[in-house]
């Protein structure tokens, strides 16, 4: 059973940083990555790291100020800087997995920034 345990998550002030982690468990995974859904907006993809290869996709929006980062097989690091009160969202950690191709998600973390 796969499980992806996020953390990181929390208020900081424009311009600030945050780090999220997400522990993954139960699988081999071929992509992982994080996406965000702010209130009244659809869930869209922020930043992905292929296993293989470790080629790495942003959103336009985030792009030099968040990176996204696997320091192993079972985890995957957001760091956010620069942040923007724009940035506002439930952050969720995505996986697909290498043999059942199934889309998994994290139970997400709350992001803020406001001043």
């Known amino acids: 059973q796969v499980q992806l345990v996020e953390s990181g998550g929390g208020l900081v002030q424009p311009g600030g940083s945050l780090r999220l982690s997400c522990a993954a468990s139960g699988e081999i995974f071929s992509i992982m990555g994080w996406y965000r859904q702010a209130p009244g907006k659809e869930r869209e993809s922020v930043a992905t790291?292929?296993?293989?290869?470790?080629?790495t996709t942003y959103a336009d929006s985030v792009k030099g100020r968040f990176t996204i980062s696997r320091p192993n097989a079972r985890m995957v690091y957001l760091q956010m800087n620069s942040l923007k009160p724009e940035d506002t969202a439930v952050y969720y950690c995505?996986?697909?997995?290498?043999?059942?191709?199934?889309?998994?998600w994290g139970q997400g973390t709350q992001v803020t920034v406001s001043s």
């Open positions: 790291i292929i296993t293989s290869g470790g080629t």
């Open positions: 995505y996986t697909k997995g290498i043999f059942t191709r199934r889309d998994y």
